[in-house]
């Protein structure tokens, strides 16, 4: 049991993006930025997706959207 | 058995790398090709659902730049023309770009079909899949009739965009799909006749290096003659003004005169430039004029009869 607890918080400190102290992968100024701006990206693209799928929804169904059987 | 796992660097990548790999000029051709087959559809079709359709198109379209990137990374390498390419360059890892290319095609392809119907998705599917795997894949390494086949994928877009509006495929955009796969062979042959030495590096049977110069130049004069008086197809079956059909074969003697320029070039490449900076125009045209027939409603036809009245 003790070993399957070890294992997943080796896990968990591989995966979480903490601040490692020993001595692991420190991000870059560049890297840093570069990743900030993907996620930016992704951020707005998701938004955007969420607008068209809302726009599409009003205008197949129109006021049916508030339709719905009781 | 011991496994060594490779230590992969966190990714520099930035916003534009991956736009750059879905070819953004490529894409605002499918874009715009796929929107004139859009409304020269019969019926209405709402602007959000032609908004939403388009979107899926480009998105789809980029997704398969994006795995044409990722599977042509070794030929782009070797090429000056792609050696700037996100991937060549170490911007994006080969891995990065297969994943972001198959994300947003599977994204496209439902999101299309969701949206829109699922007639233009299944085409959209298909193109994808042809660009990639038979062009790409199969064909782009294999045979100098590479682009002639797989000009196909990107003779489609008129088609998905139709199929977007109608639910189904007519006659109507099959000729605006046989103009573009007819238009691609001059195009790109006029562009391999002046970056022979680029496919030659790396290892591309393209038709300048197989046949020669020579045959290349004939094949150009070849499908340019087949192209002219298809061009003006949609005034002869009666979906588009006299006006078109006037630019079009105006514009198809153009093309004809610069086919046989290549074809009586020696020295240099200045006729060769010229019929491809031309094509894109020659394209850009002819589906411009759609545009402007449909939206005014043939005013183009009703200038032309008052002014021969």
Known sequence: ?70 | MSVTLARVEPSIAGVGDYIELMKPRVMSLVVFTALVGLVVAPGHVHPVIGFAALLCIAVGAGAAGALNMWYDADIDARMARTAGRPIPRGRVTPGEAAGFGMTLAVFSVVALGLLVNWIAAALLAFTICFYVVIYTIWLKRSTPQNIVIGGAAGALPPIIGWAAATGSIAIEPVVLFLIIFFWTPPHFWALSLYRTEDYIRAGVPMLPVVAGAAETRRQILFYTLLLAPLGATPWFLGYASPLYGMVALAAGAVMIALALRVCAERQGHAASKQMFAFSILYLFLLFAMLLVDRMSGGLGGQLLGHFAV
Request: charged share 20%.
């Open chain 1, 1 to 70: 049991m003790k070993a399957i607890s070890g294992t997943m918080d080796e896990f968990t400190r591989q995966t979480m993006s903490e601040p490692r102290l020993d001595g692991g992968i420190k991000l870059t100024e560049q890297q840093l930025r570069a990743r900030r701006a993907r996620s930016i990206a992704i951020a707005l693209a998701l938004g955007a997706f969420v607008i068209v799928i809302f726009a599409v929804t009003i205008v197949r169904l129109g006021s049916a959207v508030l339709t719905r059987p009781m």
